[in-house]
């Protein structure tokens, strides 16, 4: 089954406690993004990636990083969570071929919960 | 860089009813207007998108017509069920890297 995986689901941390969102697609798709979705902001991109060693920020980049050392994975690492990070987070894959659009397949999302 | 605004932020239906969600875009560039439904607890989930080129698409119950010229374009959707209860997500982009989401609209289909 074609899918985007995201781990975990949930996930409770205190302050400053690295912690890793690992993200992984079976699509082959070039194209993987992080959004983070808050209530009455809609989804907003952290990073996106549109190929593998090729990572560029979004609208909220900060306090993020990311990854893409192999096509199927782009994990998303918090080096130093605060509160204000508190969200749910969705991964999501694509095709890309230069100009054109395609849709996203987003994963399940991780709620994830700073204290 | 693109806006996207969508109303209404909530609907409430009944079942057998038309549904409707408008969303306006700010780029004229924009080309690409996909538009996703999230279901509780999952992720969005495209069920329809629209090219700059065609000016209505139709699947099934549901359609989305564009208008270039006045940069809105609308899901319908039509004989709505209670699994279409939903929250609703429109977006525009230019090229995959710069997609971007309107806020959402919380669709409820009373029985």
């Known amino acids: 089954e074609a899918q985007v995986t995201q781990n975990p689901r949930y996930l409770i941390t205190v302050t400053g406690k690295k912690l890793t969102v690992t993200c992984s697609q079976n699509?082959?798709?070039?194209?993987m993004s992080w959004y983070r979705q808050d209530p009455g902001l809609g989804l907003r991109q952290i990073y996106y990636?549109?190929?593998?060693?090729?990572?560029d920020k979004g609208d909220v980049p900060e306090g993020y990083k990311v990854s893409r050392k192999e096509k199927r994975n782009f994990p998303l690492i918090l080096e130093s969570p605060s509160p204000n990070q508190t969200s749910l987070y969705f991964c999501?894959?694509?095709?890309?071929?230069?100009?054109?659009?395609?849709?996203?397949?987003f994963g399940s999302g991780t709620r994830l919960t700073v204290v | 860089g693109e806006n996207v605004e969508q109303h209404p932020s909530t609907l409430s239906v009944q079942e057998g009813d038309s549904a409707v969600i408008k969303c306006t875009y700010s780029?004229?560039?924009?080309?690409?207007f996909p538009w996703y439904k999230q279901e509780l607890g999952k992720g969005p989930q495209l069920i329809i998108d629209?090219?700059?080129?065609?000016g209505e698409k139709k699947d099934q119950r549901i359609a989305v017509t564009l208008n270039k010229t006045a940069k809105h374009f609308s899901l319908h959707i039509t004989e709505t069920q209670p699994e279409d209860s939903a929250v609703y997500f429109c977006?525009?982009?230019?090229?995959?890297?710069?997609?971007?989401f309107g806020a959402g609209t919380r669709l409820t289909v009373k029985p």
């Open positions: 977006a525009a982009s230019i090229s995959n890297n710069d997609m971007r």
């Open positions: 999501a894959s694509s095709l890309y071929r230069g100009s054109a659009n395609y849709g996203y397949t």
């Open positions: 990636s549109m190929n593998v060693e090729v990572t």
């Open positions: 780029d004229s560039a924009s080309n690409y």
């Open positions: 699509m082959n798709h070039e194209y």
């Open positions: 629209i090219r700059s080129n065609v």
